[in-house]
């Protein structure tokens, strides 16, 4: 194809090699200026630097070789500026970006409204279990997690739940199919309360440890305004040698006052856990009268709230089976836990459980 629009050269004098030379240098600036994108510079490339039909091999062929031997010299010298020329112009046109066209289409009206995109917000649960343990986290406790599916032996036997005793009744629970076979112990079920992870951390470190284990827990409860057959926990493990009473009750009194406000009062009702020995029931003044007595405390003026205790030796002697400085004799602690689901509750005034989990938007969206 180029051949037949490559100009024949009439003469090899320096007047007819400079203005054929001139033409084509015209010609190839003129051939640049319509490259705007890659396959138009792949298309400049063909048509000037082809190997086999390129126009410059035309004047290496047609204008190079033909040359007397005395122009060859003038028309070599030429023919390299040329060269040059056609190869910075690619060179150029490539690195180039779009061009004024290109830019002008793809332009951004920044007049225009933009589009609005919705903020993620806290789940109340997830919130509420977060300002929880965060108010432990200030006390120096660090975070625990263990496995949802739990053995009988993590959940039941070693918070002091012998086989067969009726404290398991308490805690309805859901259990894996198909393990009949299996040792008692060794059975899967759902954990029905995150205190199987006191164990799993003290199996792991030696006192002392002040921990917090937040987390989901499952119990074969029918779903009421109250209850549901999931639900979360956050319980705490303090361990350490000297560990009485009063510190309990000063730290779930300090949380208490975190999380409710300042004027809230605390008081301690003996109860019963298998994994404490004494057990106590923590009541919280009513937030809602102030403890004047009202609907929601049901005029009593208290709300109880968690359960916690001193931690029972027994519990102790399991976990000195792997590590033998639960000692008993020489260490002591106490543990507790709270539904976060309750104190949410109680803390947004909401009245059904279900709420948490519908996933209806109104509902949610008054806590983004
Ligand atoms: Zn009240």
């Not at 015209?26 to 048509?47: G, K, P």
């Not at 739940?161 to 759902?190: E, K, N, S, Y």
């Not at 199996?203 to 921990?211: A, D, G, H, S």
Request: charged share 25%.
């Amino acid at each position: 194809m180029t051949s037949e629009t490559f100009p024949t050269l009439s003469a090899f004098d320096d007047d007819a090699l400079d203005s054929a030379f001139a033409a084509l240098e015209n010609r190839a600036r003129v051939d640049a200026t319509f490259v705007s994108n890659e396959s138009d510079a792949e298309a400049f490339r063909l048509r000037w630097l082809g190997r086999k039909q390129g126009l410059l091999k035309d004047v290496s062929d047609g204008w190079l070789k033909a040359a007397p031997p005395t122009a060859k010299k003038s028309v070599g010298e030429r023919f390299k500026v040329l060269k040059d020329l056609v190869e910075s112009l690619l060179e150029s046109a490539v690195g180039t970006g779009p061009t004024d066209a290109t830019l002008a289409a793809e332009a951004i009206d920044i007049s225009l409204p933009g589009s609005r995109r919705l903020t993620g917000a806290e789940h109340p649960i997830t919130r509420t279990l977060n300002e929880i343990v965060a108010v432990f986290a200030a006390l120096g406790y660090s975070v625990g997690v263990g496995p949802e599916v739990e053995t009988d032996f993590y959940n039941f036997e070693s918070m002091n739940f012998p086989p067969g005793h009726p404290a398991r009744d308490t805690q309805d629970t859901l259990v894996i199919a198909h393990q009949d076979r299996r040792p008692l112990r060794d059975r899967l079920l759902l954990r029905t309360h995150t205190s199987p992870v006191q164990m799993r951390t003290m199996e792991q470190q030696p006192p002392p440890v002040r921990i917090v284990i937040p987390g989901k827990v499952h119990r074969n409860d029918a779903q009421d305004a109250t209850h549901s057959p999931i639900f979360h926990q956050v319980e705490g493990l303090c361990v350490d040698t000297n560990i009485t009473l009063s510190d309990l009750k000063g730290t779930l009194d300090h949380a208490m006052k975190a999380l409710f406000g300042s004027a809230v009062k605390t008081r301690f009702f003996p109860s019963f856990f298998p994994f404490t020995e004494p057990s106590a029931d923590v009541q919280i003044s009513c937030i809602f009268c102030g403890g004047k007595g009202c609907r929601k405390c049901k005029h009593s003026g208290w709300i109880e709230l968690l359960g916690c205790g001193m931690v029972d030796p027994a519990v102790f002697a399991f976990a000195a089976e792997k590590q033998p400085a639960y000692d008993p004799k020489k260490i002591s602690g106490f543990a507790f836990g709270m539904g976060v689901e309750r104190i949410a509750m109680m803390k947004y005034g909401i009245s059904e459980i279900g709420q948490f989990y519908a996933g209806d938007m109104r509902f949610l969206g008054q806590f983004a």
